[in-house]
DNA sequence: ACCTGAACACCGTTCAAGT
DNA sequence: ACCTGAACACCGTTCAAGT
């Protein structure tokens, strides 16, 4: 038998995660991720295709965290109004501890970089629950998405330093994501 | 007297936002841009500091022409959820025929290349005017920032193809539009 | 079988030398 | 006074040759 890999793709996706936070996507080399990992660059095309499959790959890693988030912060049986406004904060929150990974996953760029819509489809499974018991399953994936494109948008503005006018960002995200609910939820009793 | 400038700064930014479309961001690099307005490379930076600046350059041109667009869309007098709405459709309409730069301007990389707040700020007057119509002049702004937050949103989610579930997209934006500027306009009945 | 140095075709950027 | 070729320090990627 012959040489065993002196490293592996978890280890070289995780390596790459932290040099995007680090020094954004500029700073994800595939010469920074050898480095890191132990290797010389030509080795990681051992593991991955090529730079942009890696970034898919981060990008997925980061979904899926997210994912995992989300569920914990609005667990089942949750009342969906609440459990709407949990999942909103822990976005935020999760765009504050990786913003390139959250840019990356909303604003992706080349095609080859983005999540496949099976990863993300099963990030999303949690809202979209709480969106049909916020809306009814007739609206129930309209109202994942409003919710889901309001707060994104509102962290994305909030990344790109959009907020310079004072005003108090954290009040109006609370304001925000509880009348978007409110409303919803209102749709739903059919008024 | 001495050689004149065989290009200039607009016709640098124009050809860099053209390749910025054609190639994504990878492509707008300063030798292509250079072929483009016919010089080689190193002559751009007689009109631009570095690949940042270009960058950023070509961002607040895209937030002036989509400044512009939302005051033709929503001109001064529309009744105020008709101009949200308006709007809405303008910025939408935007990213389908600039969708790099639609990003360029609500998903910005590095710190250098993001819009200085002047630009920006001009570019949202419409918007800002239309909230505080909407929601009053207390209101106004965060009801312009809701609006702005969700159409970004949405239409970054619908360029990154987050819409695989078919259901309807445009009835989707219309919808939310719709019943956002009834919420919105709701607040300030005092309701 | 994985790893590597060397190589190739690119980048952005600088700068001395041309006109 | 703008323009350029040449150069430098980087990229991503390939591949023959090492172990």
Redesign the pocket.
Known sequence: ???????SLPEIVAAGARLLESGGLDG?????V?RAV??????L??HV????ELVRLIAEHALADLGARLDVAAPDGVEPREGMRAAAHALRRFARERPAAFRLVFAPGAEATRPSPDVAYRATATVLRLGERLAGAEEGLAAARTVTAWASGFIAMELAGAFRIPGDVDHAFEFGITRLADALAGAAAGR
């Open positions: 038998m012959a040489a065993p890999s002196r490293t994800l080399t595939m010469q920074a050898a132990g290797v010389r660059a030509p080795s095309y051992k295709a090529d730079r942009d």
